[in-house]
T-cell receptor
Framework: DQQVKQNSPSLSVQEGRISILNCDYT??????FLWYKKYPAEGPTFLIS?????DKNEDGRFTVFLNKSAKHLSLHIVPSQPGDSAVYFC?????????????FGTGTRLKVLA | NAGVMQNPRHLVRRRGQEARLRCSPM?????VYWYRQLPEEGLKFMVY????????ESGMPKERFSAEFPKEGPSILRIQQVVRGDSAAYFC?????????????FGPGTRLTVL
């Protein structure tokens, strides 16, 4: 039962353009969402998060959008840089079952082409 | 300020042996979490510990797996009598004291291979 889904296993984007990574979830109790970036042989690195009381959060080149009615969130990276090439994981948690218990998607491999 | 440290980075065990994975949280952090990532899957929560206490082990397999976070020293994830299906990357994360809602910071992981 995959509660957090990243349906695109991979994405290629030209340097300087926008990268849009998508994530869908099924559990309406989720109220906190995060994006992590992971390079090979390293642990996930926190990028950005959003609480369910917001619909947008921005940090530099990274913006996360949350659409609660559609149970969908997306990560926008603009402009994309070659160093952004990595696997991106979406994660969610629910305060009712433990905000610390992150449920991860299977990841999207982003490749930024120079 | 060192991040979350895990060792060993790679561990090879034969079926039936024991595996011990260590995690030292970031300085000042007192919450530790363990996750497992099987091939082609996302990370899955296993256990949440504070010093000398297991807070939530709902993601731990019922047998052969145990975790501890002693007063002194690193957190240990122990897998007894390993089987091939235990082969995975095991990640530890930590967060500051005071709230389990703070963002978790992950270590580099231990890749366990069971022959």
């Amino acid at each position: 039962d995959q509660q957090v889904k990243q349906n695109s296993p991979s994405l290629s984007v030209q340097e300087g353009r926008i990268s849009i990574l998508n994530c869908d979830y099924t559990n309406s109790m989720f109220d906190y969402f995060l994006w992590y970036k992971k390079y090979p042989a390293e642990g996930p690195t926190f990028l950005i998060s959003i609480s369910s009381i917001k619909d947008k959060n921005e940090d530099g080149r990274f913006t996360v959008f949350l659409n609660k009615s559609a149970k969908h969130l997306s990560l926008h990276i603009v402009p994309s840089q070659p160093g952004d090439s990595a696997v991106y994981f979406c994660a969610a948690s629910a305060g009712t079952s433990g905000t610390y218990k992150y449920i991860f998607g299977t990841g999207t491999r982003l490749k930024v082409l120079a | 300020n060192a991040g979350v440290m895990q060792n060993p980075r790679h561990l090879v065990r034969r079926r039936g042996q024991e595996a011990r994975l260590r995690c030292s949280p970031m300085k000042g952090h007192s919450h530790v979490y363990w996750y497992r990532q099987l091939p082609e899957e996302g990370l899955k929560f296993m256990v949440y510990l504070q010093k000398e206490n297991i807070i939530d082990e709902s993601g731990m397999p019922k047998e052969r797996f145990s975790a501890e976070f002693p007063k002194e020293g690193p957190s240990i994830l122990r897998i007894q009598q390993v089987v091939r299906g235990d082969s995975a990357a095991y990640f530890c994360a930590s967060s500051p004291p005071g709230s389990s809602t703070d963002t978790q910071y992950f270590g580099p992981g231990t890749r366990l291979t069971v022959l």
